[in-house]
């Protein structure tokens, strides 16, 4: 991994700049709120993340007070059906600073991310359970216009 992978701003949205020599403490810094949301990633957390940095995703963190409050997984690729797609994997703020502009703040500059890389899409997927959320992502004028089919796959059947 190195520093493209990681991207971090400030609570007005602007790029806050990172030196290679703080970049594994960044990373370290968000691991708690990440892992609050994605638990299974917890025990080979950076071995995970530089797998996914080697399949093309980012990290991007809102940063206070020097906290991260607020983070969020990316990639962008090329599809058949809607062109080119940044998909948000995670995007996630801690509980105790909801409602605080700091999901605002992160989909701002990754709508800001998606246009520099001339994306004609944004995407994520939130789970159906998580009714603040979907809230917020009405608010934020996202649509629901698929469904999300999942099958989990057994090793060995």
């Known amino acids: 991994m190195d520093l493209r992978f990681l991207d971090r701003v400030n609570t007005a949205g602007n790029s806050i700049p990172l030196t290679q020599c703080e970049f594994e403490g960044a990373l370290q810094q968000g691991k708690a709120l990440h892992c609050d949301f994605c638990p299974n990633i917890k025990s080979n957390y950076l071995r995970h993340l530089e797998q996914m940095a080697a399949e093309g995703a980012h990290i991007i963190q809102l940063v206070d007070q020097n906290e991260v409050r607020s983070l969020g997984v990316w990639r962008s690729f090329l ?46 997927a939130s789970a159906t359970r998580r009714v603040d959320a ?24």
């Open 79 to 124: 599809t058949t059906y809607c062109g080119r797609r940044f998909e948000i994997d995670d995007l996630v703020t801690a509980d105790a600073h909801r409602s605080k502009g700091y999901g605002a703040t992160m989909i701002k500059a990754l709508e800001a991310k998606a246009r520099a890389l001339s994306c004609d899409t944004m995407m994520l």
């Open 134 to 157: 979907l809230r917020f992502y009405f608010r934020e004028r996202y649509v629901i216009d698929a469904f999300l089919f999942r099958k989990t796959l057994e090793a060995g059947a």
